[in-house]
């Protein structure tokens, strides 16, 4: 098997005197989808931030595998570098740029794939003007593998639900990734739009080889579609495995249905 | 019927507010005291009526927005001239030609209001980036517009050094103060950003006044020579003139710059960080290089337009970079219409010259433009000529 592009050991997070994290191993391998599932409040958005720079982790180590295919150490980045290296993430609460279009929220992704600073703005020379170009066409590229292109010079604030949860996994590909966490891209959506969502899923993992990470609630999605599940309860992995297994432990039964007080 | 009851209450309360001032008037030298009822009646009447006229208003603007949530982004008939170039070009050129035309029809007086006005465009233009673009609210704008003019005002009293050379020094300098000042002070956010580029403005000011063997304190510095041409000396009516082309030389590069910038990666990313700072870091925008680029560029126009300042004054102290002159400055990229180039032009203009020609009512001024102000922020909270979003309508043609 391939080196894992995602490599997390015993990694822990305090808010005070609150363990977040507590010791959490994870490892995400090329065009795998992995689910981190678990209760509210079970620290999986917490272990996002950690992985994406928001929070820097308490204790452990976070590795990635950079495009050079280096494997490197993450801890403490800025969230932009750990986006430079080729993780780029959606948000649990949909965190677009409301008031700009949803092209230029796509473009705003290519940010790291471009470079033209004050001077290419200012005298507008031949490979800005290229870089330009082709940072319009690749976003708009995007959107129409992600069914979006009918809105294209719509604010996105006037966007139906379902289509902001797409355009932020747009935003998110146009730095090309090579692995895209979601954070909970179901919600709030209806059974249709979930099933939509998870050809949607399955089509970029194949189209554009790359791991997928995402947080869920909707059990359906998560069995249909991944490859290995973690579950997490309390800070700490309570279990790993396929989802075949998963749907079977007992733990995992237990942390969501509760302790069978008669048996 | 319920609107001329509640109209009634408008007028009944402004009756009594206005009470104290309006009707009585206390002689102190021959210790009586005069009921002047018929002011009552006025302020009852004006009162009743505005305040019909306000509610109508409110009510138009209630319909305008609801229109607005329907979905359609309602583009306004200047916003469409100012967008298509078919209209817009021969009213460019007009204005273009007229500002050209304009020194030699009117009297140097008129003329230097003009380019005052000019400054002032570039001020607007300049903290356009860092408040419009960008959304960092800088209450200390004036601080680099002071750090221009000092620069070439002392500059040029100890080593002599020429307009030109110090042009882009005094540019320069204002933007190393700008990211001098970004480095520590970025992290923040919104208000508190606000108060410490605030509290920086009032160093900036404090510093002048009172470290005299550097700045001279309050006093100032005087006889800074005007822009030379060619190492021609020039008469004060042709240096106003000459001044004044040069503003407008200056005025069309900063509308050219800022354009550019705006249309461009780092403007996009200024935009973004204006709406969402957390998914622009996650979106991999460096938020500090972004912010400090928006700070330093804004500083630099900041730089520019205080040298000319300098130059054009000859004269110059800490009274002019007080707070206030932030605060106007501010008030024109609001009033004009955040991040739209047009409207900070116009608000500049509406801003500068209207005061200098309604000097007749010089008392009710400062009464006028407050109230301007707020009908201004009721009616048209986005700006007299909001900006137009940018539309990449030729992908669409493509395919």
């Known amino acids: ?263 | 019927m319920r609107k001329i009851i509640k109209s009634l209450q408008v007028s009944f309360w402004f009756m009594f507010l206005t009470f104290p001032i309006m009707v009585i008037r206390v002689d102190t030298i021959e210790k009586t005291v005069q009921w002047r009822w018929l002011n009552l009646l006025y302020v009852g009447l004006a009162s009743f009526f505005l305040s019909f006229i306000w509610r109508f208003l409110i009510k138009k603007k209630e319909e305008g927005s609801k229109k607005e949530e329907s979905g359609e982004q309602t583009i306004t008939i200047v916003q469409k001239i100012i967008s298509t170039p078919k209209y817009n070009r021969p009213i460019y050129s007009f204005i273009f030609l007229f500002m050209l035309a304009f020194p030699w029809i009117v009297s140097t007086y008129q003329t230097n209001i003009m380019i005052s006005a000019l400054i002032y465009v570039m001020l607007g233009l300049g903290l356009n980036i860092v408040v419009g673009i960008a959304g960092l609210l800088d209450l200390g704008y004036v601080a680099f517009y002071a750090v221009g003019a000092y620069a070439y005002a002392l500059l040029n009293y100890h080593y002599h050094l020429g307009f030109w050379t110090v042009l882009p020094i005094g540019g320069l300098l204002a933007a190393i103060f700008g990211i001098l000042l970004g480095i520590p002070v970025l992290r923040l956010r919104g208000d508190y950003l606000a108060i410490v580029t605030l509290g920086f403005g009032e160093i900036i000011r404090l510093i002048l006044e009172n470290w005299n063997e550097f700045s001279f304190g309050p006093s100032g510095i005087a006889n800074i020579p005007r822009p030379g041409f060619f190492g021609m000396k020039l008469g004060v009516e042709e240096a106003t003139i000459y001044i004044y082309y040069l503003m407008i030389l200056m005025t069309i590069i900063t509308i050219f710059v800022v354009n550019r910038l705006q249309n461009s990666r780092l403007g996009r990313a200024w935009l973004a960080l204006r709406e969402d700072e957390v998914a622009c870091e996650a979106m991999g925008i460096d938020r500090m290089k972004t912010k400090l680029a928006a700070f330093a560029l804004g500083a630099t126009w900041a730089g520019f337009a205080g040298v000319i300042f300098a130059a054009k004054t000859t004269f110059i102290n800490p009274a002019s970079f007080t707070f206030l002159e932030s605060a106007i400055i501010l008030s024109i990229v609001v009033l004009g219409g955040m991040g739209s180039i047009v409207g900070v032009i116009l608000a500049a203009f509406l801003m500068i010259l209207l005061p200098e020609y309604l000097r007749a009512f010089s008392e009710y001024r400062m009464l006028l433009f407050g109230a301007a102000m707020v009908l201004v922020m009721v009616f048209r909270p986005q700006g007299l000529i909001p900006s137009v979003r940018r539309k990449y309508v030729y992908e669409l043609k493509e395919r």
Not at chain 1, 39 to 46: D, E, H, V, Y
Not at chain 1, 154 to 182: D, H, K, M, T, V
Not at chain 1, 201 to 221: T, V
């Open chain 1, 1 to 263: 098997m391939a080196e894992a592009i995602l490599e997390v050991r015993e990694l822990c997070k305090d808010f005070g005197g609150l363990r977040a994290l507590d010791h959490v191993d994870l490892e995400i391998y090329p065009e795998q989808i992995v689910a981190l599932i678990g209760p509210n409040g079970a620290g999986k958005t917490t272990f996002f931030n950690c992985v994406t720079g928001i929070y820097e982790p308490t204790e452990g180590d976070i590795f990635v595998l950079d495009r050079k295919g280096k494997k490197r150490r993450i801890n403490g980045y800025k969230p932009n570098k750990v986006t430079e290296l080729g993780l780029a993430r959606t948000f649990q609460n949909i965190r677009l740029f409301p008031n700009m279009t949803v092209l230029e929220n796509v473009m705003i992704g290519r940010h790291t794939r471009t470079k033209s600073w004050i001077f290419g703005a200012l005298f507008r020379d031949r490979r800005t003007k290229e870089e330009e170009k082709e940072t319009i066409e690749v976003s708009y590229e995007i959107l129409k593998k992600m069914r979006l292109e009918k809105f294209v010079n719509e604010l996105a604030s006037n966007l139906p639900y379902g289509a902001q949860r797409r355009l932020e996994i747009a935003r998110a590909l146009a730095s090309e990734p090579s692995l895209l966490l979601l954070d909970e891209p179901a919600a709030g959506m209806n059974p249709q739009e979930t099933k939509e969502l998870e050809g949607l899923i399955e089509q970029i993992r194949d189209q554009e080889k790359i791991a997928i990470l995402l947080i869920e609630h909707d059990m359906k999605l998560v069995m249909n579609i991944s490859d290995v599940v973690y579950v997490m309860e309390y800070g700490r992995l309570l279990a790993k495995g396929t989802p075949q297994e998963i749907k079977e432990d007992e733990r995992v039964i237990k942390a969501y249905l509760g302790e069978d007080h008669d048996a």
